[in-house]
């Protein structure tokens, strides 16, 4: 059984920073691709950043670029998201997802939802002003 747990989230002043952490199990988590989205209040969710299965290939959504950085252990199963300078629009849950990516060294990346098999159960980021 495939599960994502999210952890590391919580309580920081806006400027601050924060990582946060997606462990796997039940997969072999090197041949997945992995994404993370948030989703503020009252809002749709929304891709964050995503990483390819090799590691090789990252991507940030606009809103975040610069500031975030996506990286993945493969090791260790787990996917980092280091978010630094946060702003109080960074306040949602963040959510990781896995997608199979059947290709060795493959380094495709997937940015819309439909597109990830697997869903965490998401860790709360409270950014203050």
């Known amino acids: 059984q495939v599960q994502l747990v999210e952890s590391g989230g919580g309580l920081v002043q806006a400027g601050g920073s924060l990582r946060v952490s997606c462990a796997a199990s039940g997969l072999t988590f090197s041949s997945y691709a992995m994404g993370w989205f948030r989703q503020g209040p009252g809002m749709q969710r929304e891709f964050v950043a995503a990483i390819s299965r090799s590691g090789g290939s990252t991507y940030c959504a606009d809103s975040v670029k610069g500031r975030f950085t996506i990286s993945r252990d493969n090791a260790k199963n787990t996917v980092y998201l280091q978010m630094n300078s946060l702003k109080p629009e960074d306040t949602a849950v963040y959510y990781c997802?896995?997608?199979?990516?059947?290709?060795?060294?493959?380094?495709?990346?997937?940015?819309?939802?439909?597109?990830?098999?697997?869903w965490g159960q998401g860790t709360q980021v409270t950014v203050s002003s």
């Open positions: 997802a896995a997608r199979p990516e059947p290709y060795y060294g493959s380094n495709i990346y997937y940015t819309q939802e439909f597109q990830y098999a697997y």
